[in-house]
């Protein structure tokens, strides 16, 4: 990463936004019920790099001219997504079965899987509830339509746990679901309320899918690699949970023999440290790595021109984060 984000109009505009989203998050998980309340704040404390909200916001920005401001809509939408994406966590953790998020517990540790469950639903709810108070139908149909995708995606993964022929391309299609729809939406409706092109706008929806599948192949890679302190999450939780991940998947294809014997045994018996040797020695990590990298350089490739040029930099500086970062 070479660039350097300097325009303060600019940062100042995104940390304003970010900071309404901060606000409508928590007024619109107020609820008189210490019991619901206590677990909104503590799940408030996963929101870290607040990546879908940014986008949102950024992507609007990058569709407004210099002198006019974001619609308040842009943060109605930026909360919700970040609604829906802390819902997804919430359960995502009751599924793998997970005990550290963002260096702190999860509420499935906490409290249970029957409250990480309820809670899961609260804030889901609340997320198309905040949503409404755009008074834009279209928006509700386009992120229920998400939603769908994303349950889907996770409903696909979970029916090829222990799948030791699950190929590149269901690999591909399970990411794109699960993770890359809901930042695609992110860019898109970020462009969308700016009043974007529509050929812009389905640019920006390309731009975010496409991170969205970088994003998921560095986090796989992290929950191999990673260690808990650093990645600030329970780690090896696709292994102990059969999930099939890009570089393994990799490795499979392309080796034979003992290497490849080696590699399902390691699966098989959860051995992550043969695992990991296995997938270094073939150059699968470093492969899986790369396409993650590629898929990064063409979502630049493909990011439109907009209004505002600084904006544009900022979402390049963005792809290239995903990549680059370690938790
Ligand atoms: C992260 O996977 C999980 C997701 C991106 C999606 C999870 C979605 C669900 C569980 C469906 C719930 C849906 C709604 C609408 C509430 P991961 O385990 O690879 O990531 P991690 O490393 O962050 O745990
Ligand atoms: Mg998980």
């Given amino acids: ?73 842009h943060s109605i939408i930026a909360a ?9 966590l919430v359960h995502d953790d009751v599924l793998d079965d997970a005990q550290v998020r963002r260096r702190g517990e999860t509420v499935n540790f906490l409290r249970g899987n029957e409250a990480a469950v309820m809670l899961g639903d609260y804030l889901i709810s609340n997320a198309f509830h905040l949503c409404s108070r755009a008074h834009d139908p279209a928006l509700n149909l386009r992120l229920g339509e998400v939603t769908n995708t994303l349950c889907e995606g996770e409903l696909v993964q979970l029916s090829r746990r222990h799948d030791l022929s699950l190929d590149e391309n269901t690999y591909f299609e399970i990411v794109r679901r699960k993770t890359a729809v809901l930042v695609g939406a992110s860019c898109e409706l970020g462009a969308q309320l700016a009043g974007a092109s529509t050929e812009d706008v389905v640019a920006m929806r390309q731009f975010g899918e496409h991170l969205g599948v970088a994003f998921q192949i560095q986090d796989d890679l992290l929950d191999l690699l990673g260690d808990e302190a650093t990645v600030g999450k329970s780690i090896l939780r696709d292994l102990e949970k059969g999930k099939l991940t890009l570089p393994m998947i990799l490795h499979i294809a392309r080796t034979h023999g003992a290497p490849r014997a080696r590699a399902l045994e390691a699966i098989e018996a959860k051995d992550s440290v043969a695992l990991r040797d296995a997938l270094t020695a073939s150059g699968s990590i470093d492969a899986a790595r790369a396409k993650a990298v590629a898929i990064v350089e063409e ?21 290239d984060r995903i990549v680059a970062r370690d938790a």
């Fill in 80 to 88: 919700t997504v970040e609604m829906i994406h802390m819902a997804t």
């Fill in 299 to 319: 979502a630049k490739r493909g990011l439109p021109q907009t209004q505002r040029s600084h904006a544009r930099e900022l979402l390049l500086e963005l792809a």
């Fill in 1 to 73: 990463m070479t660039r350097v984000f300097t325009d303060t109009v600019l940062a100042a505009d995104i940390a304003e936004g970010l900071a309404r989203v901060k606000t409508l998050f928590e007024s619109q998980l107020t609820s008189p019920f210490p019991a619901v309340n206590d677990l909104c704040r503590h799940v408030e404390r996963y929101r870290g790099k607040m990546l879908r909200p940014t986008l949102v916001l950024v992507s609007g920005l990058a569709f407004t001219r210099e002198t006019e401001s974001l619609r308040s809509e």
